[in-house]
């Protein structure tokens, strides 16, 4: 099931499935946010089948706002920076030809909530703050009950469904915090999110998942889940160690090699960039870079 969040004309908002053949679903009766439904647990995803059959059908309108699928998560988005070895060589500056030695662990970050924004909103540019915007197509995790010390092989069991995102980052302030990404990757709106849920259901083989990155038309990233470092089993397993994951948390599971700062010479992100998160089973998040909020005031 394909599951949005819609802000309508008058400002509410409501959650939406979408059916088979392209019909709509209002669960505003049902459910009051992403995260109510989320917070039913393990059983919704088929209780959501049955809702569909009295759920009010509809057409999608053009006056609808898409959001992120999650608007305001609870708490930081959880991330993993270095998790395809080739964006790993990449990051680190090692050529093809070198010998890697690869991490024995995870490497978690996270973005303050303000940074999600769902599809096709402008990602803010602030000339002031970085010369150096750049982009990280990804796919993300949504976590669907609660759990501690998750063994790996029960971890897909915690997983609610997958979405998009684009970690943008801010390269040169992520480097300037004796090593701390925080402060380079959690600026308002630099967590593109969506556009849909899809429940893992859904999903039979999570490691055929694909992701592409377009910039400007141009494919700069793809790659498939099989292609991980650290599975997200692995992923959910370590994340979890002595530490509470919640209904609705959200976890970026890395990027694929081709960013913007690991190119000859470097390209990144400028105003009007149009940039693309999609793959085949997940949908496609569009977004532009906006106008430098220095030159708009």
């Known amino acids: 099931m394909r599951l949005y969040t819609v802000r309508l004309p008058e400002g509410s908002e409501r959650v939406m499935a979408e059916g088979e053949q392209g019909e709509w679903y209002d669960l505003s009766p049902y459910y009051e946010s992403m995260l ?103 796919i993300a995790v949504v976590i669907g009950q609660e759990g501690k010390n998750i063994a790996e092989r029960d971890a897909l069991h915690y997983v609610f469904g997958f979405t998009l995102a684009n970690d943008i980052s801010a390269r040169d302030v992520q480097r300037r915090h004796g090593g701390q990404w925080l402060k380079g990757k959690s600026m308002d709106g630099s967590c593109p999110l969506g556009p849909a849920i899809v429940t893992r259901d859904e999903i039979p083989n999570i490691e055929e998942l694909n992701v592409r990155g377009i910039v400007n038309g141009e494919v700069r990233q793809e790659a498939r889940l099989s292609q991980l470092i650290f599975s997200i089993p692995r992923l959910i397993a370590e994340l979890s160690r002595a530490m509470t994951l919640l209904p609705g948390d959200i976890l970026l599971t890395g990027t694929p090699d081709g960013v913007g700062f690991a190119m000859d010479p470097p390209r990144f992100l400028r105003p009007g960039d149009r940039l693309v998160v999609e793959s085949d089973r997940l949908g496609r998040l569009e977004n532009t870079v906006g106008p430098d909020i220095h030159e708009t005031r």
Do not use: M
């Open 36 to 138: 109510d439904v989320i917070a039913q647990g393990p059983r919704v995803i088929s209780d959501l089948y049955t809702t569909l059959k009295s759920a009010e059908k509809t057409a999608f309108h053009s006056e609808w706002t898409l959001l992120a699928p999650i608007p305001a998560p609870l708490r930081n988005v959880f991330c993993v920076g270095w998790n395809y070895l080739k964006h790993f060589n990449e990051g680190i500056g090692k050529r093809e030809n070198q010998e890697t030695d690869l991490p024995e662990y995870p490497t978690f970050f996270s973005k303050a909530t303000r940074a999600v924004v769902g599809p096709h909103a402008l990602i803010p540019y602030d000339s002031q703050f970085t010369q150096k915007l750049d982009y990280e197509a990804e």
